[in-house]
């Protein structure tokens, strides 16, 4: 599982042929840095590989370093278009002041997400050197509003009241928050499944209203698949089955594509290279990789796998949350993309670690959530594997917490 990032099992015949192939040996070599001046064939590379598999509406990506990247630089992209939108052009006194860290006038911008998920230093990194204004003049002062997702009741069809009322309440903080801000706001950041916070679940009609929400206030949508795209939840990317009018304006990745970076929509474009600068934003090996997965899920057909896979093994956890009620709640999940909560703390960490005990390899999340992270190539005769060693572990739960 390896936090979703395991796209196609431990070595794959195809990840090994891309990884011992002429091109990755000379690249591993001659390592390049492709930030200014790309080779020759890197779009047609980009075209036949990333933009093969591109969210509907969306024809531009750009690539980035690490896991925690995407997100970051995809907020920068988006604070760079609401300032030059506002400004146009910038003066020497704002370039001047930016060099020297000096606050911009008018400069806050905001943004709101549902939870601390852009973390790490793309978006203010650069106010650690003097060296590049145009790096600096848009990176304005950053404030982040948080709002709480849905949580929703289960099973769903037993609480479909409540949770539209709950969903309802969310959309309506959104809406006053942005309306309400001190600072613009540029973007709101949010996953199509609420991951690290438990794995948490909206309605399509939820996805559908925020997307109007931030149409309608010229709010930039981004929409963090980096745990739940690549064919996980049974689509190349969860978002596909909210069903919107319109594309959002930019969907990062990471994990199981084995790169990382975010597709964007053409108003997204930025004028001036330089502006979003990382020395191994485009590297080949991890193309060659992404590549090699692309075409593995088309070829093998594993999207159809996944969800075929992911309704055997629901057709199994569901009987046992029944015997098992005390241990596994509110079971939930799309494709393989399965979770189930467990009452306590406690007992998430010691069904883990008995699960894991017995060669399971599996995570969990928030407070005391359970959830499967498996490769694309599960299938059903894995599934067939785990079951006997889970239902030892539920029984080891039951006899250990409720003799």
């Known amino acids: 599982m390896q936090g979703s990032s395991i796209p196609l099992g431990y070595n794959h015949p195809e990840l090994l042929k891309a990884s011992q192939s002429e091109d990755t040996l000379i690249a591993l070599t001659n390592t ?9 064939d890197w779009c047609k590379k980009l075209e036949n590989t990333y933009l093969t598999v ?3 509406g969306m024809d531009n990506v750009f690539t980035s370093a690490t896991g925690v990247d995407p997100n970051e630089v995809a907020l920068r992209a988006t604070i760079l278009v609401h ?27 905001s943004f709101i997400s549902f939870k601390s998920e852009v973390s790490g230093g793309n978006a203010s990194s650069t106010k650690a050197d003097d060296i590049v204004p145009l790096q600096k003049e848009n990176d304005s002062a950053i404030l982040c509003s948080f709002v709480p997702f849905p949580e929703l009741k289960y099973p769903l069809d037993n609480y479909e009241t409540e949770n539209k009322n709950e969903e309802k309440l969310c959309l309506s903080r959104v809406e006053k928050m942005i309306e309400g801000q001190f600072s613009p706001v540029a973007a709101l950041v949010v996953e199509p499944i609420f991951c690290e916070g438990g794995d948490k679940h909206a309605s399509n009609d939820f996805f559908r209203e925020l997307r109007r929400i931030t149409k309608e206030h010229g709010v930039f949508l981004i929409v963090d698949e980096t745990q739940t795209g690549v064919g996980t939840t049974g689509t190349f990317w969860a978002h596909e089955k909210w069903g919107l009018e319109s594309p959002p304006d930019i969907v990062t990745f990471s994990s199981k594509m ?23 934003s485009a590297e080949p090996i991890k193309l060659a990789h992404s590549k090699a997965v692309v075409d593995t899920i088309q070829r093998d057909d594993l999207l159809q796998q996944n969800m075929r896979t992911g309704r055997y093994l629901m057709s199994h956890l569901r009987p046992l949350s029944v015997r ?3 241990v596994i709640r509110n079971l939930r999940g799309s ?26 390899m599996i995570d969990g999340s928030g407070t005391s959530t359970i959830r499967f992270r498996p490769s694309l190539t599960f299938a059903n005769k894995h599934v067939n594997e785990f079951l006997p060693k889970f239902e030892l572990v539920l029984g080891a739960i039951y006899d250990e917490y409720w003799p």
């Open 32 to 40: 390049p840095t492709l930030d200014i001046t790309l080779s020759k």
């Open 54 to 56: 591109g969210p509907k």
């Open 83 to 109: 300032e030059k939108s506002r400004r146009f052009k910038s003066s020497n006194l704002e370039t001047e002041n930016a060099v020297r860290n000096k606050a911009l006038e008018n400069s806050k911008v």
């Open 258 to 280: 084995q790169s990382s970076g975010f597709y964007f929509t053409d108003e997204l474009k930025i004028a001036q290279s330089h502006e979003i600068l990382n020395k191994w």
């Open 324 to 326: 098992y009620h005390r």
């Open 335 to 360: 494709g393989t993309f399965i979770s189930f909560d467990c009452p306590t703390r406690e007992i998430q960490q010691r069904v883990l670690f008995l699960l894991r005990s017995n060669g399971i």
